[in-house]
């Protein structure tokens, strides 16, 4: 009785074994090396977060849509800022607000960011929130 449960547990575990190496070998992407990638998000402008893919680890592209721009650009409005539609900037909104539209805050922008040419520059800073 003894040995016909080891011979039962011995032919299962032999099927067992069978199926996962069918598995693995009907499965291209199983074989050779397999790269595991950091689970590290990047947040988009959009407030969307991508995550590492591929065999390289590089973050996914962010999406990007026309309707998200037209969105940003309303949002901007809505709390009292001025869009810039060439630089996708709002100026005029607080940290908090420029987060919550899913920007990037920059407290002290230069006034001639958007001017490589620029000869002379006064030294202030502008508040910009960076969509």
Known sequence: MKNQHLTMIFILLGAVMFVYSIFLAGNPSLDGDIVACTEEALICP???AVGRVGPDCEFAPCPTSESGTS???GLCLQNGGVYDDVYK???G???????EIGGIFNECASPCRHDPDA????LSCELVCEL
């Open 46 to 48: 959009d407030g969307s």
């Open 119 to 122: 000869q002379q520059c006064i």
């Open 93 to 99: 909104i607080d940290k908090a607000v420029c987060e």
């Open 71 to 73: 969105n940003e650009k």
């Open 89 to 91: 900037e709002c100026g």
